[in-house]
């Protein structure tokens, strides 16, 4: 499954409303550690595909998203479950963390 790019009026029903656990990118075009993670984001949304949903929500579309969780730097990474964040993840990191970090949550 490819990564979603989710907008303000489309972030409740794909991720508050998902079935499945999601885990949301929030990035910005301009941010190097964004773009590093990126390919990893994208490796995760395929390898876990039907295990966990994977959007991306750019910030500077989104500022009132990244005000209502409280996203100070970027990238940060936050797993939802249920329609309630149950981890958040700063910055740029291994592939290797990552998953095991997610793999803990889901």
Partial sequence: MAVIHVTESTFDAEVMKSTLPVLVDFWAEWCGPC??????????????A??????????????DLAAQFHIMS?????????????EQIVGA?????LVEKINAKI
Avoid: S, Y
């Fill in 35 to 48: 773009r590093m993670i990126g390919p990893i984001i994208e490796d995760v949304a395929k390898e876990m």
């Fill in 93 to 97: 990191m291994p592939k290797a963390q």
């Fill in 74 to 86: 970027i990238p940060t990474l936050l797993i939802f479950k249920n329609g309630r964040p149950v």
């Fill in 50 to 63: 039907g295990k966990l949903k994977v959007v991306k929500v750019n910030i500077d579309e989104a500022q």
